[in-house]
């Protein structure tokens, strides 16, 4: 097609503000960050001389403050995705297999009351289940006294301090991964559910092999998504736990944010942001490999 | 037999429904108690001696270093000026991209777009904070709304709908006369109000609920999102003062709740259509 330069212009200028939005919110900030990783950025003083790939080879060099801050963070962050990732998706299947299965007049209800606690912001979600952990004034503890239970650390010792953060993750973000489910549920078509039931198939076994390989790709779509926000977990122990008992919960993001803002070291903490979302990425491509493999092996 | 499954399967939903509701009817309950009640670890849902002291309080402007009016307004005109300039931005890009074939480099951007949605914030966290604070915009308006708008989401989710929009019509208005703005303003734009408003839903919801990045980026109680300002009260001074606090939550919580139960169709449609890209 051809069309003269004016023409051309024209059409540029519906994308220039956007563009320059991303040029300078996203594709600077990028750049300007890997800058920063390689200076010795101290955030109060004038001076940032280039170092190279210090910042990255002491996050590398044991018994650095730098290795323990960045691989005890990180120690604590794959606990978290190793205890959430499961739960989100079978928690969230299963509720969905379950609102999918109730009466068609009261799917929509129960479907908004268990997406609810997801409209609320980090911080009322935390302060709401500050509350419910309590170890002396709490809800939960005050109910499991009188089923004659003794008080509970929730949030100061361990294993509880994990199962809270577990806990409330669940509650605030379990909806999204159950709409997502609903959605790829209703999409398996009926005729195969049909044809398995004049096989005499159990319903085990129609789930077993008519619904999940029908819902295999929303899976690892939820996978990933799960993941990564997992892998992002900051809101839950900064206000819940502290990075409590100890540090044991102090998870890769907060130490990050620490040494930044805390600390002022902001060219060492930009390499540990570096490092954290280069794994984030390389775990979503991963992810996304293995399910793809085994799809051409299995089917 | 299946009758009784169904009931059963009813009773198990109600089961889990109460668990869900349970912590917002206990912050609801919690927020008319004084603090010594709320203390108290009785389990009363009805308080003993029901106060609305601490909305009056909080609402008056009376706790110290937390003007929750002010947090609410910030955080609604924050909201709403992201989502203005994410939908105006979004829209023209998508539709530059999706309808106009003569615009130049249109595959390159198109491929940046939608690679920039694999891109975890925390990568550009630290120097977007450096960005603002050499501009001298920390602790600004500026801060806390311009970088919602390079999200790549809202161009995605609109171009896919643009590309399927009839090619028809739109010829029909270029016969006519109608230059691309006319196009955009006055056929594309009326057509796409339902994904307009599921788009800005998405966006204001997130926007208002954002955490991390108003709390850094905020340094003076006067400026805090109702967000960051909540997360500062739990910190501070109201550690275990539930009563206010929840009374705090319960005005923080209730605007967006009441746009989630009003959008939730657009909403979820929102989320499938994102998931299914």
Aim: hydrophobic share 55%; with cysteine.
């Amino acid at each position: 097609m051809k069309s003269g330069w004016r023409s051309r212009l024209t059409s540029t200028l519906f994308l220039v503000p956007y563009l320059m939005s991303f040029g300078v919110f996203l594709l600077f900030p990028i750049g300007y960050g890997i800058y920063i990783s390689l200076h010795d950025f101290e955030l109060l003083s004038t001076e940032h001389p280039f170092v190279g790939l210090d910042n990255y080879v002491r996050i590398f060099t044991s018994g650095t403050y730098e290795n323990s801050l960045f691989f005890n963070g990180l120690w604590a962050t794959l606990q978290f995705v190793v205890y959430s990732v499961p739960l989100l998706i079978a928690v969230g299947l299963a509720l969905a297999l379950l609102v999918n299965h109730l009466p068609r007049k009261i799917r929509g209800l129960f479907r908004t009351v268990y997406f609810m606690p997801y409209a609320m912001s980090a911080s009322v979600m935390a302060v709401i289940w500050l509350m419910m952990f309590d170890t002396n004034a709490g809800f939960i503890n005050s109910a499991l006294a009188k089923l004659g239970i003794q008080f509970i650390p929730w949030l100061t010792a361990l294993p509880w301090a994990w199962v809270s953060l577990v806990v409330t993750t669940i509650w605030w973000t379990i909806g999204f991964n159950m709409i997502i489910f609903i959605n790829a549920l209703n999409e398996v078509p009926d005729d195969y559910y049909e044809a398995a039931s004049l096989d005499g198939a159990s319903s085990w076994a129609k789930f077993w092999y008519i619904t999940l390989p029908s819902i295999r790709p929303v899976m690892l779509f939820v996978m990933i998504t799960s993941t990564i926000a997992s892998f992002n977990i900051y809101a839950q122990p900064f206000l819940l736990t502290r990075g409590g008992p100890g540090d044991a919960t102090k998870v890769l993001l907060i130490n990050v944010l620490d040494h930044a803002f805390i600390r002022k070291e902001i060219g060492s903490a930009s390499a540990m942001a570096m490092l954290m979302a280069l794994l984030i990425m390389i775990v979503s491509v991963m992810q996304y490999r293995l399910t793809y493999g085994r799809r051409g092996i299995g089917a | 037999m299946k009758h009784a499954r169904k009931i059963a399967l009813v009773l198990l939903a109600c089961v889990i429904a109460t668990v869900f509701v349970l912590p917002l009817v206990w912050m609801l309950s919690t927020s008319f108690k004084n603090d010594i009640e709320a203390l108290s670890g009785r389990m009363t849902f009805i308080p003993e001696k029901p106060t609305i002291k601490n909305y009056a309080e909080g609402l008056r402007g009376n706790l110290m270093n937390v003007p929750i009016m002010r947090w609410i307004v910030n955080s609604l005109s924050v909201g709403v000026i992201a989502t203005g300039i994410v939908l105006w931005f979004s829209s023209m890009a998508a539709y530059a991209l999706a309808r106009l074939p003569d615009l130049p480099l249109r595959r390159m951007w198109f491929s940046m777009f939608v690679a920039s949605l694999m891109i975890p914030g925390v990568l550009t966290f630290l120097p977007m904070y450096m960005e603002f604070n050499a501009l001298r915009l920390i602790n600004t308006y500026a801060a806390l709304i311009l970088p919602y708008s390079a999200g790549a989401f809202g161009v995605f989710l609109l171009y896919q709908f643009f590309i399927s929009f009839p090619r028809e019509i739109e010829e029909a208005a270029r016969i006519d006369g109608a230059n691309k703005w006319q196009v955009y303003v006055r056929v594309l734009l009326p057509s796409s109000v339902q994904i307009m408003v599921t788009l800005g839903i998405l966006t204001f919801m997130g926007v208002y609920n954002d955490f991390v990045w108003p709390l850094y980026a905020t340094t003076s109680p006067e400026m805090r999102t109702i967000t960051a300002g909540i997360a500062t009260m739990a910190q501070g001074s109201y550690v275990q003062k539930y009563g206010t606090l929840m009374a705090m939550t319960t005005v923080a919580t209730l605007p967006v709740l009441i746009i989630f139960l009003v959008g939730q169709r657009s909403f979820v449609k929102a989320i499938t259509q994102a998931g299914l890209k």
